[in-house]
């Protein structure tokens, strides 16, 4: 960030932006390194594993932060996000989503590899013996509702900002990172009163990892729409120039369909089978 910008000093006359040199990517490939071994040794019934995680993390975190206000400086203070900088980084939040609809979609193959060709290991049948699906229309239900409506929230928010409407966008923008934590509490208390584990069957390490992963974007997308709760506090954001909010708008549209297909698939499809 006090480096000298090369782009302005020799004045080039192009639409890109130049990237000054970084240390932040090498700190963060780093970082999450060690975050990742951490994990691996915690695994591992390492003494100092737990311990090994928190710094890792702490580190991280530290790193990110530093990156992140690095390109909120380039974007906001040095105005290097121009017009085609802007496309090219939807093109990039467009492509990071798509990986990530590839990602849940291995997990829905999973999911329905194991419910409709139960393997005898489970007793041929699905959901297996033993495991009690949660009611689909008690907490998950309620968590369906509460994105569905952070979906309406944040697209009100967006629209208040093209229209240059401050408060409105401040004040639906809360009421989104409201619902984000809210969603998680009842996640969390969802899981505390389970009658299964991830180590029950392939159905509690399928129900686990996909819920699980859909929570940890839930979480990073509340952090996201906190980030960018605090730029507008700060005037960071125009109506003409807030290409940071439309990525975290379209990072949370996403958050808010896999769950529906998470709901509809993993809670309504396991309680049918049940039921019948």
Not at 49 to 71: K, P, R, Y
Not at 122 to 150: C, H, K, R, Y
Request: hydrophobic share 55%; net charge neutral; proline share 4%.
């Amino acid at each position: 960030m006090f480096l000298k910008n090369w782009n302005i000093a020799k004045n080039e006359q192009h639409p890109y932006h130049i990237l000054n040199p970084s240390p932040w990517p090498l700190f963060t490939s780093a970082n999450l390194y060690l975050f990742v071994l951490s994990i691996v040794l915690y695994f591992h019934f390492y003494i100092w594993g737990v311990n090994h995680i928190i710094l890792s993390f702490i580190t991280l975190v530290i790193t990110l932060s530093g990156w992140f206000s690095d390109i909120v400086f380039e974007a906001t203070f040095e105005g290097q996000h121009t017009i085609k900088v802007q496309s090219n980084i939807l093109q990039g939040m467009f492509l990071f989503i798509l990986s990530e609809v590839m990602f849940f979609f291995a997990f829905f193959w999973s999911f329905f590899h194991f419910s409709i060709t139960p393997s005898i290991w489970v007793g041929g049948v699905w959901p297996p013996i033993g495991i009690s699906p949660f009611d689909p229309l008690a907490v998950p239900l309620l968590n369906t509702i509460i994105l569905i409506s952070s979906g309406f929230s944040v697209t009100w928010s967006h629209r208040a900002m093209i229209l240059g409407l401050r408060k409105e966008t401040i004040i639906s923008l809360v009421q989104t990172i409201f619902y984000g934590i809210i969603f998680t509490i009842f996640q969390a208390y969802e899981y505390n009163s389970a009658s299964f584990s991830i180590n029950d069957t392939s159905y509690g390490s399928v129900f686990f990892l996909l819920t699980g992963f859909h929570g940890l974007h839930v979480i990073i997308g509340t952090i996201f729409l906190i980030v960018c709760f605090i730029r507008q506090i700060f005037y960071h954001f125009f109506k003409n120039h807030h290409i940071g909010f439309v990525c975290c708008v379209w990072y949370w549209h996403f958050v808010d369909v896999v769950w529906i297909f998470v709901f509809f698939i993993i809670y309504c499809w396991s309680n049918f089978w049940n039921l019948i």
